[in-house]
């Protein structure tokens, strides 16, 4: 399969079912032994997909919530906008509820209902095609913004240097290229010879499952670590810089991020690496001045205990304490990358003049 082949498949991990009133998604939680599609219909099997990670990685679940709400849209039998509305809102809401921390969710949600709130009192046909514009345009947007990050991320790249990535922020989190991972496909399509270290991630092995997967896929060199080795191959000298995602940037340009990040850029910072956080503007969240303002997520305990295992490695009562997320102080990001250029210290500066705000 050719280069240009392999990216365009990735773009089938989230898509609106051909009735229009269902979304298509592989599962990510199967991956790598199967490749399995979802179709989800309900309101229910939605919130499930989103909260399980059976589709995950911000942007993909605001592509996920803004196609979730158009096929619900489609659902609805109704004939008067007040009562479209008020359903509207508690579909939106009730999705939202799903993952807290990861802003894209909200911020996709948020566009939809808009659409819906800036037409208000016309005629429900004409605001489902304007539903059906706007949730194609966030995935169209999706692909743009990643290879615009990409660019700026591989700016940052040298012929023959290896990168520390993770989580996983590759196509599957999003719908092309990734963010994270993004500068090494596009370097790879431009004939560099890029290598990688991917984390496994404990608990829900994203690293492992995902970003070794895709690397590999893409015929790049890539080495799978337990998370505990990473200062290891920094202390060996082999890693010349680390490249993550991130869920959201609070406006100081704290960056909170899949568990086990902050201990990442600590290493970094340790041993002299630039530490670079790839993501769209969408997750930075300007209401929210600091890391100690982002919400996290706690999970099920049996994703520590037994997930993945045949039995359980811990003993049933013994306590577990599952954080989602945690957050990378800004004073370690060497750079933030978005679509629209690249920040540096000091974020409460060149975060506001993405946005143009004074």
């Known amino acids: 399969m050719s280069e240009e082949r392999k990216q365009a498949s990735y773009a089938e991990n989230v898509r609106l079912g051909e009735d229009e009133k269902s979304v298509v998604i592989i599962d990510q939680t199967q991956l790598p032994n199967r490749t399995v599609y979802l179709t989800l219909r309900t309101a229910q099997e939605m919130y499930d997909a989103i909260k399980l990670l059976q589709v995950r990685g911000a942007p993909a679940i605001g592509i996920c919530a803004g196609y979730c709400m158009y096929a619900l849209s489609k659902q609805m039998e109704l004939t008067d906008y007040d009562t479209f509305a008020a359903e509207f809102h508690r579909l939106a809401e009730y999705l939202n509820s799903s993952r807290p921390t990861a802003v894209n969710l909200s911020w996709a949600l948020k566009r939809m209902e808009k659409v819906v709130t800036d037409h208000a009192g016309e005629q429900l046909e004409a605001i489902l095609e304007l539903l059906d514009r706007e949730c194609h345009a ?51 399509e431009r004939g560099m010879e890029l290598h990688a270290f991917a984390d496994e991630t404990r608990p829900l092995l994203q690293g492992a499952r995902l970003t070794s997967y895709e690397l590999h896929k893409a015929g790049i060199d890539v080495t799978l670590i337990c998370d505990n080795m990473a200062s290891l191959v920094m202390k060996n000298g082999w890693i010349n810089a680390c490249l993550v995602g991130c869920d959201r940037v609070a406006a100081n340009g704290d960056a909170a991020n899949k568990i086990g990040t902050s201990g990442v850029a600590i290493l970094a910072k340790h041993y002299g690496i630039p530490f670079y956080v790839l993501g769209p503007t ?55 990358i978005t679509e629209k250029g690249i920040c540096r210290a000091p974020y409460t500066e060149s975060i506001p003049a993405l946005f143009k705000i004074h």
């Not at 520390?164 to 994270?180: F, K």
């Not at 706690?298 to 205990?305: A, N, Q, S, T, V």
């Open 138 to 188: 966030i995935q169209e947007e999706d692909v743009a913004m990643c290879r615009a990050i990409s660019e700026y991320g591989l700016s940052l790249l040298k012929d023959g240097d290896t990168v520390l990535t993770h989580c996983n922020a590759g196509p599957l989190a999003t719908s092309r290229y990734g963010t994270a991972i993004g500068p090494l496909l596009l370097g790879k």
């Open 282 to 336: 969408s997750t930075i969240d300007l209401n929210c001045k600091t890391g100690d303002d982002i919400e996290i997520e706690l999970r099920d305990p049996d994703e520590i205990r037994s997930k993945f295992y045949a039995e359980p490695q811990a003993l049933s009562d013994v306590k577990c304490y599952n954080p989602a997320f945690d957050v990378t102080d800004h004073s370690l990001i060497t750079a933030i």
